[in-house]
């Protein structure tokens, strides 16, 4: 088992930055790739970015490609989605998936673990 715990979202005006983090605990000594993904009101889950256990795979959507980015601190067991030049259409809440060996990718159904998410609302 693994539990994550998100944090780091507030309010934040249209063009700032803000970085969340994903902190993991419980059977965290073998590898899990994790992703971040976002749910605005009335929609689906959406993929945002992931990363491989090593931190040498990333993968973003077009959505925020060159505007995020993910990274991971193996000994904090601890993975950060840096959000710059944020929108209002990025008003979500944010959800860390970890996934047990492999590589987890831009599926909802690919994680094994969720946290509880954290809310991010850009104002315009």
């Known amino acids: 088992q693994v539990q994550l715990v998100e944090s780091g979202g507030g309010l934040v005006q249209a063009g700032g930055s803000q970085r969340l983090s994903c902190a993991a605990s419980?059977?965290?000594?073998?590898?899990?790739?994790v992703g971040w993904f976002r749910q605005a009101p009335g929609k689906e889950r959406d993929f945002v970015a992931a990363?491989?256990?090593?931190?040498?795979?990333?993968l973003y959507a077009d959505s925020v490609k060159g505007r995020f980015i993910i990274s991971r601190d193996n000994a904090k067991n601890t993975v950060y989605l840096q959000m710059n030049s944020l929108k209002p259409e990025d008003t979500a809440v944010y959800y860390c998936?970890?996934?047990?060996?492999?590589?987890?990718?831009?599926?909802?159904?690919?994680?094994?673990?969720w946290g509880q998410g954290t809310q991010v609302t850009v104002s315009s």
């Open positions: 998936g970890a996934r047990n060996a492999g590589w987890g990718g831009s599926f909802v159904s690919n994680y094994d673990y």
């Open positions: 419980g059977r965290t000594s073998k590898p899990y790739s």
């Open positions: 990363i491989g256990w090593s931190g040498g795979s990333t």
